[in-house]
């Protein structure tokens, strides 16, 4: 700043009156601000920064880092967006009609790539953060409708023989986007869709005490697992115009991955239908086959 007022002094006299005025002028206005000039009268970057030990988590980052982060950005952004000479100058050559030369500093490539990098990175993550946030907070209030509209369908009395079925259960619980886990899962006989969907019902108990009736579907794409892990011949599980029906010559159990589906009705009765994501393996089953 000291060669640029040598420089302008030779070609105006009033250039360091000038500049002592509007140097006064820019050192009120940020005493006025607190030092910083924009509305709030803080730095900006210091005000991020007391609200990312919210964001640190979700981010996979510590605060301070993110902070330290976010300030460099500011100072970057803040530099470019503000009035100022464009070139970072190292020195100033005069030549002798007046003529000025402005020698530009060595730019810091790693640097500036780091800061580019930083920059495009907090923002994704920011971006990240506030989308899982989006969709965590409607799956919780799905869950939670789904969870009331189970309760109630659940309370209706059950027809006679019927026992209570398990998906419904699981949902009025709060699992509408939970996957559980079911070992030993009896399969006696099954019913082949036309969309190639192999479905089964069992028995399972809960705790020792609670017996519900579970639906359990399984879809094309596993058909071939389910085939394995039963051992039943190659075309027994194939879909045909109607609904077909295999019955097992020896019943077997599976260990399977589900997830809930949709809320169904069947013969007047509400059910859940569990999905299954995964079959992980197989044994035999020692009870009798039921009637």
């Known amino acids: 700043m000291r060669e640029i007022q040598r420089i302008w002094i030779t ?95 060595k730019v810091d490539e790693i640097t500036k790539n780091k800061l580019v990098l930083g920059c495009l990175s907090s923002s994704l993550s920011e971006a990240g953060a506030a989308l899982g946030y989006l969709i965590d907070n409607r799956q919780r209030r799905r869950s939670a409708d789904l969870a009331r509209e189970a309760a109630r369908l659940a309370g209706k009395p059950l027809a006679p023989g019927f026992k209570p079925d398990l998906g419904l259960h699981l949902m009025r619980s709060g699992g509408a986007s939970t996957t559980f886990h079911f070992s030993n899962v009896p399969v006696w006989k099954v019913g082949i869709l036309p969309d190639g969907t192999v479905s089964w019902s069992s028995d399972i108990t809960l705790e020792e005490q609670a017996v519900y009736i579970a639906t359990f579907d399984v879809p094309q794409v596993l058909v071939p697992e389910l085939q394995r892990a039963l051992e039943v011949e190659s075309g027994a599980l194939t879909p045909g115009p109607q609904v077909r029906k295999h019955s097992l010559m020896q019943p077997r159990t599976v260990r399977l991955d589900c997830t809930l589906g949709a809320i169904q009705e069947s013969s007047g009765c509400p059910f859940v239908p569990l999905f299954v994501t995964k079959i992980v393996t197989q044994e035999t089953v020692p009870e009798n086959r039921p009637n």
Request: proline share 3%; glycine share 10%; charged share 25%.
């Open 11 to 105: 070609y105006n006299s009033d250039a360091e009156k000038v500049l002592r005025h509007e140097n006064a002028q820019l050192d009120a206005f940020q005493k006025n601000r607190g030092g910083a000039d924009n509305f709030m009268g803080r730095n900006i970057g210091k005000i991020v920064e007391e609200r990312y030990p919210k964001l640190a988590g979700a981010l996979g980052m510590r605060a301070a880092e993110l902070g330290e982060l976010n300030s460099g950005i500011y100072t970057a952004l803040s530099r470019e967006s503000h009035a100022h000479l464009h070139g970072d100058p190292a020195s100033l050559r005069v030549a002798p009609d007046g003529t000025v030369s402005i020698v530009s500093q």
